[in-house]
T-cell receptor, first 112, second 116 residues
Framework: KQEVTQIPAALSVPEGENLVLNCSFTDSAIYNLQWFRQDPGKGLTSLLLIQSSQREQTSGRLNASLDKSSGRSTLYIAASQPGDSATYLCAVISGATNKLIFGTGTLLAVQP | EAGVTQFPSHSVIEKGQTVTLRCDPISGHDNLYWYRRVMGKEIKFLLHFVKESKQDESGMPNNRFLAERTGGTYSTLKVQPAELEDSGVYFC??????????????FGEGSWLTVV
């Protein structure tokens, strides 16, 4: 059974810092991995999608890496801003289904 | 282009009552999903439609939950009768292509359900 874990559960950093959010999954037979952002009271916004054959994806200040064999992904945020404050969710689609399996998220607070 | 829209955004009902949540996917998206997040837990899959057919309903918690997608357009999720543990956020999502590259899934803002 696929399980997704995110560490840390919460993180507070001063503005301008670079930071890394971690995601691990127990079954390496994934189809792809997505990072989402959720603002309070809002829906999920897809940030980056990494196919199982890829190692990383970049979008602006965000860079996500994927190491399928070790069951890990990281989301790197460069030069953090207060507007980056949100919950960041990692989710995988396993090779057997088209369901997203989510982690519990990392609550990020960037202090001005 | 409109995104995934859900209605109602918030609902407070008494235990034993019925609530129907509606989801309008992005136009042209054959795949429609329902997910749920209850307090303190991770977001969990409920079911997946491909057009009007239920592709996978393995996440539906029990027979008090009924999902439909008549005509393959919008979908409804009915909870009858509602119980306290049904409180949470119900997310709808849609995608254009099944299990293919670029299979980005787009989420609605959720329907926040409180059962009292």
């Amino acid at each position: 059974k696929q399980e997704v874990t995110q560490i840390p559960a919460a993180l507070s950093v001063p503005e301008g810092e670079n930071l890394v959010l971690n995601c691990s999954f127990t079954d390496s037979a994934i189809y792809n991995l997505q990072w989402f952002r959720q603002d309070p009271g809002k829906g999920l916004t897809s940030l980056l999608l990494i196919q199982s054959s890829q190692r990383e994806q970049t979008s602006g200040r965000l860079n996500a890496s994927l190491d399928k064999s070790s069951g890990r992904s990281t989301l790197y945020i460069a030069a953090s801003q207060p507007g980056d404050s949100a919950t960041y969710l990692c989710a995988v689609i396993s090779g057997a289904t088209n369901k997203l399996i989510f982690g519990t998220g990392t609550l990020l607070a960037v202090q001005p | 282009e409109a995104g995934v829209t859900q209605f109602p955004s918030h609902s407070v009902i008494e235990k034993g009552q019925t609530v129907t949540l509606r989801c309008d996917p992005i136009s042209g998206h054959d795949n429609l999903y329902w997910y749920r997040r209850v307090m303190g837990k991770e977001i969990k899959f409920l079911l997946h439609f491909v057009k009007e057919s239920k592709q996978d309903e393995s996440g539906m918690p029990n027979n008090r939950f009924l999902a439909e997608r008549t005509g393959g357009t919008y979908s409804t999720l009915k909870v009858q009768p509602a119980e306290l543990e049904d409180s949470g956020v119900y997310f709808c999502a849609s995608s254009q292509v099944f299990r293919s590259s670029g299979n980005t899934i787009y989420f609605g803002e959720g329907s926040w359900l409180t059962v009292v």
